[in-house]
Nanobody
Framework: QVQLVESGGGLVQPGGSLRLSCAAS????????MAWYRQPPGKQRELAAV???????NYADSVKGRFTISRDNAKNTTYLQMNSLKPEDTAVYYC??????????????WGQGTQVTVSS
């Protein structure tokens, strides 16, 4: 079984920083893109940032220049460095990755989510 486990959320003041981590564990053959989604209160889940296995990245316009996604392939881990946080960044942040567990099986996995609250 494969699990994605996020950590690093919390309460931060506007202008502050947080670093989220997401570690994949279990029977893993290949991890393709790794992404961070977020779901603000009362709104739909949206893509915040994605990183390919090659290291190429893409960001939502709302976080571009403030958030940085990275990954450590040796540790099967992705990170989201969030700087200059705004109240509108308040959301549950979810890690996502399509993972091949063997030659025949590939599935899209989600973490349990971590709460980020930006408030004074």
């Amino acid at each position: 079984q494969v699990q994605l486990v996020e950590s690093g959320g919390g309460l931060v003041q506007p202008g502050g920083s947080l670093r989220l981590s997401c570690a994949a564990s279990g029977s893993i053959f290949t991890i393709y893109n790794m992404a961070w989604y977020r779901q603000p209160p009362g709104k739909q889940r949206e893509l915040a940032a994605v990183i390919a296995s090659s290291g190429n990245t893409n960001y939502a316009d709302s976080v571009k220049g403030r958030f940085t996604i990275s990954r450590d392939n040796a540790k099967n881990t992705t990170y989201l460095q969030m700087n200059s946080l705004k109240p509108e960044d308040t959301a549950v942040y979810y890690c996502n990755a399509p993972i091949r567990t063997d030659r025949l099986n590939i599935r899209n996995y989600w973490g349990q989510g971590t709460q980020v609250t930006v408030s004074s």
